[in-house]
Antibody, heavy 117, light 107 residues
């Protein structure tokens, strides 16, 4: 059974860059879509985007600040969000999409990212 | 596509049935709608996809129905482990969106 684990700093300064990595274990990254979600303190969920090989799809509201990449040799994929503000404070989840990039069938445990000086 | 879930909170006793609603601002073609369950301190877990197909390990007391703009998640008889927050999500639009959630709590 595939497992996903987020890693990265839990504290980012305002105007800084939020960088997270997701490590996939128990399965191959091939043929699946991989992506990110976030959940705000008020519990609302927001879709960030996904990638598969060179194909990406992302939330237009984040596009100018967002970068996603993958390193299949390490079974990892990453998220970078620049110019963060306190509004970016959330629990960030890495996810796997069912074939076709439709719904998420596996989630990481999540990592809380606080934006504060 | 804006998804509106109702009610916000459902207070029910174990053994009772639960009906959760998810209404979309536009037609969700192909029934590209999923339901997720989230327990405190845990990540959401896929319950239903395609509006009515149970995911692996989803008990058959959970059922999803609906089409177009109106979708329903029904729990036939609440078990102690079913008390949680439930979210619907549409994946027909390139901008995937979630409902705000319905909390099912113990009465």
């Amino acid at each position: 059974q595939v497992q996903l684990q987020e890693s990265g700093p839990g504290l980012v300064k305002p105007s800084g860059t939020l960088s997270l990595t997701c490590t996939v274990s128990g399965g191959s990254m091939d043929d699946y879509y991989w992506g990110w979600m976030r959940q705000f303190p008020g519990k609302g969920l927001e879709w960030i985007g996904y990638l598969r090989y060179s194909e990406t799809l992302d939330n237009p509201s984040l596009r100018s600040r967002l970068s996603m990449s993958s390193d299949r040799s390490k079974n990892q994929f990453s998220l970078s969000l620049t110019s963060v503000t306190p509004a970016d404070m959330a629990v960030y989840y890495c996810v796997r999409y069912a074939r076709g990039g439709l719904y998420c069938d596996s989630w990481g445990q999540g990592i809380l990212v606080t934006v504060s000086s | 596509i804006v998804l509106t879930q109702s009610p916000g909170t459902l207070s029910l006793s174990p053994g009772e049935g639960a009906t959760l609603s998810c209404r979309a601002s536009e037609t969700v073609n192909n029934n590209f709608l999923a339901w997720y369950q989230q327990k405190p301190g845990q990540a959401p877990r896929l319950l239903i996809y395609g509006a009515s197909t149970r995911a692996t390990d989803t008990p058959d007391r959970f059922s999803g129905t609906g089409s177009g703009t109106d979708f329903t998640l029904t729990i036939s008889r609440l078990e102690p482990e079913d008390y949680a927050v439930y979210y619907c999500q549409q994946y027909i639009d390139s901008l995937r969106t979630f409902g705000q959630g319905t909390k099912v709590e113990v009465k």
